[in-house]
């Protein structure tokens, strides 16, 4: 790579100009001091007691949403969304929140490692690990071309450029290198390639929709780019009548995103393929009398072959409600169609994208609510094929060195595809991993990465985004990044990779160019301060060059609008639906403590694999929640624990992904992974386990305790409380409080980690769980309708403290230790409460946590702790208060500023993260606030108002919509 500008802007340089950055838009902190001195006079942006921020961006998924990461003295302590990035906008999801966890994991390794005669793993140093590594690399370049390969994540940036010049220099050729991204939508990629010659994934735009219909595609927990989905879907959301957002939800299990629903059409796992020809039936059919794009009706003839009686045969679903939905796209345009999802991605899912393509073109979509020309292409996912054409390698022995950065093919792919098996032939396999895995298991040489809050590089999420990651924070061992050791590596092979340096800076400063150019429409005259202005900004931003409008190639959409046979169920079987949660996505990251603790928003299982059934299902095979079940395929056999869920089909059992689901799946079939379509055996075990389950009686018994409106009845009923016997505490100055719309949350739990990261909420662990001991502040309460047995009808409440006015817990308290502020909040001091829980025995809500135990904050873990924030201490009552340190850090600000905090500047942790912007905080006391405002509205209520706590908290109704 060559310099892109005659000055040269060194790492060094940057950091000391970027130093005095302000606390607003920090960059990374300056070099490591060689001398241990006490500082004299302290840098300029580091002030004790006052956070500094910086500018990345999460790697957690392929989104690449902006993070803004704050940091005290020296040490990363809480991540937020970055509110210029144009796709999180400022929210970042509950696996964004988590990785601050991984930065501070008490297993990362702490140096590189190479495993013994023994078995073991030992320390070695870089310079003996990188000299062996460079050496078996030449060795097996001298043997001819393949004997090196390269398993990586997905890596649309710097990373990824060096990568490919890396293994270019060792000899390697373009599919030496597979990129894993197991959950990625391959079936739709494939189908734009064939129907409209772009190869690429559209970049779904849901602020125009009126109508979206899902098919397994889950956007607002890990489909595409779920923070920007949530929001999306939520602007449109809050209304009564024809302009509220509508969304259909398609599949065999009711999903998080099919709770958000207004509609669920509860087809058969693989029945969406037929569903969506009976959409494309009906909007195609004369009779209808729809209009569709002239370049759809050639098609017109091979899809009204399909009888619509066959069609929903195969469904498993009344015509009716498939005609229902297409009558709506029909009126209700523009609109989008959205498929597969990991849930519907079976062996047919291209067909189903096709199908659905060429859906979204008859109605007028494309361009609209799905825009092509966006995806960067810079980094594309290998396919299964190519991902099993590697195993097959690595058996046969043709694989000499192995590279694993950030890849985890034995934990994130299914067992019978034979990756464990298959490391075993490889001679030399080396491991970036940050910490243990199941692959690195079978690593021999481990050289563990910094974690992206300790890195430098550049992603490229789509066209016009270019995120940049910086360090926040000194590496907290003797790691290095993996572009760096691949640069150092290859300035050793026999023939140089062409690397500007072998720091990692240079590489992302040499893109830097291209970046401005792009961005600014020229070259700049000089690179350095629009790059630093870039890093403080978080990334480059632009709106990318036009494209032209991809068109229909009618005659290669023909073999997909075939419906395949039906294959012969077997007798005594399901249909094994596996899912990712927001929480565990695709496995990677389900060791980190916070997404554990955190209870599954619909099953509100932590800790333990569950395995979700029917209660038809589950009374047939006999069993109850927590009893153990065997469910077994050709792949092989698990035993889980049952949790009875009336949001699944009578045929179907669904399983989250994880180790028990990846050992009952095949291998894969074709161009894609294969998540649904398998057929699995279950039966009771025999034993019984305590499932580790926080919720209480799902259902409201009649209580309306989460009330819904309509159109025709746009308010809840509420309770006349306007007699008063004593007059209420006076707030003269503020009345902090809090609204929550009910029809925009999503129920992501994104709020539920932001307030462990924020409050230090300490992590209890599963035998806690199973006795109900979570210390959660938060808490995403799930009622299933209103009696068992009845009418589905699932609603959603976020349940926190609701700082009463005429709260119940503050005149029990023997020692004072809860009282009313001025300000209307429920303070809790610590040092004073004995333990007795008679606040918690006379709460309503049930919000407050005990302590049955010291927090453990087992080291490095205590270095992220919040330092605003006490640490309580066992037989200590706790529990929110509004994110108080943010409250009191506001007024400080204002007050030295000689102004009233204005509205909106004072953002609790939960209402900071949440994607969909459904809690807003604020002053009670200005009427033009907009707390006030919302808690006016004609949907508003109060949880159990009729105790007459007079909670500061406002909930407004969720919207039950009726037909177009």
Known sequence: MSDPSERRLGRRTFLQLAGGAGVAAGCSPKAATEKLVPWMVAPEEIVPGRPLF???????CGAGCGVTARTREGRATKLEGNPEDPIGRGALCARGQAAIQELYHPDRFKGPL???????????????????????IAAAQAKGPGRVRLLTRLEPGSTGAVQRAFMKAAGGRPEDRVVLAPLAPAPLRAASAALLGVPELPVVDLSAARSVVAFGADLVETWSSPV???RQLAEGRGRLGAERRRLTWVGPRLALTGVSADRWIGCRSGGEL???????RWLLDPASRVSVADAVRPLAAPVLRHAPAELAARAGVEWREIERVARELAVRRPSALLAPGPQSQGPDATALAAVVLVANLALGNVGRTLRYGLDPREDVPSSAAEVRALVAAIGSGGVDVLLLQHADPVGTLPAALGFREALAKVPLVVSFALRPDPTTDRAHLVLPDHHTLESFEDTVPRAGVVNLVQPVMTPLADTRQSAQVLMEVGAKLPTPAPFPSTDPWDVVLARAAEHAKAALGAAPADVAPVHRAAFQRGGYWFEPAATPAPTLRAAAAEP??????????????LDLVVFPTPLRGDGRGADLPWLREVPDALSSVSWSPWVELSPATARRIGVSTGDLVVLGTAAGRVEVPAYLFPGIRDDAAALPIGPEALALLPEGAGDQHVWAGVRATVAAAGKRTRL????GSPYQHGREIV???SAAAPSPRRPDLSAKMYPEPAHPEHRWAMAIDLDRCTGCQACMVACHAENNVPVMGPEAARAGRYMGWIRVERYLGDEPGGALDVRLLLMLCQQCTNAPCEPVCPVYATYHTPEGLNAQIYNRCVGTRYCSNNCPYKVRTFNWRDARFERPLDMQLNPDVTVRSRGVMEKCTFCIQRIRYAENEARDAGRPVADGEIVPACAQTCPSRAIVFGDANDPASRVSRLARDGRAFRALEEVNAQPAITYLARVEDGEP
Not at 114 to 134: C, F, I, N, Q
Not at 274 to 280: F, I, K, Q, R
Not at 692 to 695: A, G, S
């Open 707 to 709: 009330p819904a409106v």
């Open 54 to 60: 910086y500018r990345t961006a999460c790697r957690e």
């Open 228 to 230: 920007e989905l949530a």
């Open 692 to 695: 580790p389950v926080l919720e």
């Open 274 to 280: 037929a569903v969506a020809l009976g959409l494309l």
């Open 114 to 136: 190479r495993r013994g005669k023994d078995g073991a793993l030992t320390p070695v140093s870089w310079d003996e690990a990188e000299d062996a590594l460079a050496r078996a």
């Open 560 to 573: 997909f609008l075939e419906l395949p046979p039906a294959a012969p169920a077997a007798a005594g079987t």
